[in-house]
Structures are given as structure tokens and as C-alpha cells.
């Protein structure tokens, strides 16, 4: 355990090290200040980094420690989380202009169980405006770049959780994933995400941008990490009636739990087809990474999962022109030119279409466990491709715009119209040197499977343990 340097370790990792006063609260907070403020001018992941407030809360941490008095597992880790949580009494500026001064009179219900816990808050993260988008591109607070590469994007529309995470600014972070944007962010730059069912973690005090879809899930440098941030998050929430009353199960557990004797499902089609050669070797090598846990691969036949990522779209197009209307109307002028024209496909998106994707979704979720029976969880890839450049991304509203956005977030949508819960985990990189990521996809509120065997391939592997160098 490296304590030369304390952001260098895992959220668990740092935990137990303030827990047994191997390091302070303080010296892990000044380690994730220092690599933030020395990498913001290149990365751009921070909204606001809050160093004189952290320092004085992880003072206050050590204070109580040294007196026996522990909040909980984080007491004292320092934490920043995606723009979008409000923190009563702090500015959330949900990645837009029109929020750009915005002070929240609420906490969100995820955020403040991670308070509960003994968190310290270093500051905000950036994000896409209003989480409209999977690139990681901000037309009023500039794009987030990949640590790796900072000439490629981050993925969003939790871009600055990815970079943060990735380089070593945060030890966690919360993102949020609507048609992709944990999963996307985790897999282009190179670290563990769990998107959750759902009703499995409270939406409460969370900027919504989909009802039916919006789910809250963290980025973390490991399975565990992340098992660790939802265990604490997760349960029923009487500010979010849409939670699940269902008992939390112990998901460090599952993390520590064998693998071998499980079954993991590879799609015949769609997940498979139109990737580039990097990215269909990595999956090939995690197939046999499996294997060689003890983890039976089977082929499943899913039903045509092209129609459930166009079921996504109509749903998310929809019910974002319905939570935007008011200020599509009266301030058209403080949207980005990009998250403009799609929450203005929504308008176009009729109500009888709407209500005809909810109706599918059931019988869809119906046909697409059926034909996963007998298997665990299914394996593919997050994308077809790696992170691609800012340069060749930043497209704006031009006609190409909404093309490109579907081809990369093709492989995570129908996750979303189902419910199910995703787990992204770094599985290998580039000739360029650029990481890749594979998701788990599993059952409802089965996230303990996928952290099962997620967690048997990162014992198995060290790409979650790689480093980018800060510039």
C-alpha cells in the first residue's frame, strides 16, 4: 500500500488507511488537491475544486478520529461527485449556463448517505450540459479531456467523473446514466462503473432528465469501490417513491464471492457486429480471462436489440422536451446549439409513439430474460470503438450530429429501456494506448452477480490498477 502518495489508492483501500491512522483525512485530501489543481488546466474535470473547505472538513475528520468518533466506512475520504447532486447550500450548476448560479436549498438523498458515511467533499465535477450527451463535449464550461489521451473525450455525460477517477483526483465518483453515461465515461477512460437498476438507489435532490430512466450509480477505480459506494447508497427513500422497499444485500460480499460454476452469456448479434479490431480482440481475451476463472461461456440469441435502443431514444427524447419545455421557450438562447436541437427532437416525438415504447417495455423485458435463461449475466463491449478525438466529435448541431451519438451509445440504451443494471469494467487497451472497456448486463436488482464476476476478472487482471500520468 503505497502512502507516498495517497491518491495513488483505491477508495477501499484509503479507507481503511484513515480507519487505522496509517494516513490523516488531511494528507489523503492534499494529495487529491494537489494532482487536481496540477492536472485542471489540462483535463478540465473539476467545476469547482473547494480546497480551504476540504482541508478544514478533513482536519475536522482526524480531530474526531483522534477522539474515537467515526462516522461510518468513508469517515474522512475525500470525494467529488458529477455537478448534477445537490448539496444544500452550494452552487449546482447541472453543467448549464442557465444554472450557472444556482444554489441548491436541498441534498440529494445519494450524496448525503455518502455524507452519512463520513465523506469530505473536495469540490465538483464537470459534467455535459444538463447530462444530454455521451461525449463529454461543454460549450459553456469547455469539453473534459481523457487522462490517457487529452486529445480524446472523456465520454459523458459524467465526463468529469471519468477523468477524475482515471487520473487520480477523486478516490469515487458519482455519475448518472440515462442512456449510458456511467458506462460510457467508465469504459473510455479506463475504470470501473456501475450503472444500477432501476428504484435500486433514491433519484431524489438528482437533476432529472428522464423519469423513467435516469439512474444514479458511481465510478470507482475497482469493483469493489464501486460495491462499496452503492452498498451505502442504495435502499427505499421515502423522497423517491419509485425506490425499491426490497432489503439491500451485501454487495462487498458478492465482491469476495468465487465466480467459478458461473454462466456468462455472449450475444450472437448486434453487441458483436461493427467493431473495430482493438476492441474485438479485447472482448475475445475476456472471454478466455473468464474461462480461465472458471466461468462457463455460452452464446445467447437476443431478441433484435436494434428496436429496444430506438425504444430508449423515443422515451429519453421525449421525456427530456417535457422536463425543458418552460425553458426551451423562454431562454433558447442559454442552451448549448447541440442539447438545443435534441431536446428539440422531442417535441417532434408524438404522444402515441411515447406511450406505445413504455407499453413495449414489459413484454421486451420479458422476451430479453427469457432468452438469457440459464446464464448469469451477458458480456459485451461498452461501444464499438475506443474514446475517438475532441477534435472529430465536436460536431455541434450539424446533421451528422445525432448519427454519431447512436453509433456509440447503440450498445448501451437497451440496458436503460430495460431497467437492468450494467457494470463497466476496464478489460485491456489500444495499440494507441487508449483503455477499453466491457460491460456485465444482469437481471433486476441482481447487481451482486456482476459484481461477483466482475470482481473475479479484476483479480485475475491489472488494467484497473493502470495509471495515466497527469501532464
Not at 423517491?240 to 452469456?265: F, I, L, Q
Not at 478466455?288 to 425504444?311: C, H, M, R, S, Y
Amino acid at each position: 500500500m503505497s502512502v507516498t502518495e495517497p491518491a495513488l489508492l483505491s477508495l477501499t483501500e484509503v479507507a481503511d488507511a484513515i480507519a487505522t491512522k496509517k494516513i490523516s483525512s488531511r494528507d489523503a485530501t492534499q494529495s487529491c488537491l494537489d494532482r487536481a489543481v496540477k492536472s485542471q488546466p489540462s483535463l478540465n474535470a473539476y467545476m469547482s475544486i473547494e480546497a480551504d473547505a476540504a482541508l478544514t472538513a478533513a482536519d475536522a475528520a482526524d480531530a474526531a478520529l483522534a477522539k474515537g468518533q467515526s462516522r461510518g466506512v468513508l469517515h474522512g475520504v475525500p470525494l467529488a461527485h458529477k455537478d448534477m447532486y445537490y448539496d444544500e447550500g452550494h452552487v449546482v450548476t447541472c453543467g448549464s449556463h442557465i444554472r450557472r448560479n444556482w444554489v441548491a436549498t436541498t441534498t440529494a438523498t445519494s450524496l448525503q448517505r455518502l455524507k452519512d458515511a463520513g465523506t469530505v467533499r473536495l469540490g465538483s465535477l464537470q459534467m455535459v450540459e444538463f447530462a444530454y450527451g455521451p461525449l463529454g463535449h461543454n460549450v459553456h464550461y469547455g469539453a473534459v479531456h481523457n487522462p490517457w489521451h487529452v486529445d480524446h473525450v472523456t465520454g459523458g455525460s459524467s465526463s468529469g467523473s471519468g477523468s477524475a477517477v482515471a487520473a487520480r483526483l477523486t478516490f469515487a465518483a458519482l455519475g448518472s446514466d440515462t442512456g449510458g453515461s456511467i458506462r460510457l465515461p467508465a469504459h473510455f477512460c479506463g475504470v470501473s462503473g456501475l450503472k444500477t437498476t432501476v428504484g435500486l438507489v433514491s433519484r431524489a435532490g438528482a437533476m432529472p432528465l428522464s423519469q423513467s430512466l435516469d439512474t444514479v450509480g458511481p465510478l470507482a477505480r475497482t469493483v469493489e469501490d464501486c460495491a462499496l459506494v452503492t452498498g451505502l447508497m442504495a435502499g427505499a427513500d421515502p423522497l423517491d417513491p419509485t425506490t425499491s422497499m426490497r432489503p439491500v444485500p451485501d454487495y462487498m460480499a458478492a465482491t469476495r464471492a468465487s465466480a467459478k460454476g458461473m454462466t456468462v452469456g455472449i450475444p450472437k448479434a448486434f453487441y458483436v457486429d461493427d467493431l473495430d479490431a482493438d476492441t474485438a480482440a479485447i472482448l475475445q481475451n475476456t472471454i478466455a480471462t473468464l474461462k480461465d476463472e472458471g466461468i462457463k461461456i455460452v452464446e445467447v440469441d437476443l431478441p433484435n436489440q436494434g428496436q429496444l435502443t430506438a425504444a430508449c431514444q423515443f422515451v429519453l427524447a421525449t421525456e427530456a422536451a417535457a422536463m425543458h419545455k418552460r425553458w426551451m421557450i423562454e431562454r433558447p438562447q442559454d442552451y448549448g446549439a447541440q442539447v438545443l436541437m435534441r431536446l428539440q427532437n422531442g417535441l417532434a416525438i408524438t404522444g402515441v409513439s411515447y406511450i406505445e415504447a413504455l407499453r413495449w417495455r414489459g413484454p421486451a423485458l420479458a422476451a430479453y430474460l427469457a432468452a438469457v435463461t440459464g446464464t448469469d449475466a451477458v458480456l459485451a463491449p461498452v461501444s464499438p470503438g475506443a474514446a475517438p478525438t475532441i477534435a472529430e466529435t465536436d460536431v455541434g448541431n450539424s446533421s451528422g450530429a445525432e448519427a454519431m451519438i447512436q453509433r456509440l451509445t447503440r450498445f448501451t440504451r437497451p440496458i436503460n429501456y430495460l431497467g437492468l443494471p450494467g457494470l463497466s469494467i476496464p478489460a485491456g487497451f489500444t495499440k494507441a494506448k487508449l483503455p477499453v472497456g466491457m460491460q456485465l448486463i444482469g437481471r433486476p436488482f441482481d447487481e451482486s452477480t456482476l459484481l461477483t464476476v466482475g470482481a473475479a476478472f479484476q483479480r485475475a487482471t491489472d488494467f484497473h490498477k493502470q495509471c495515466p500520468e497527469l501532464a
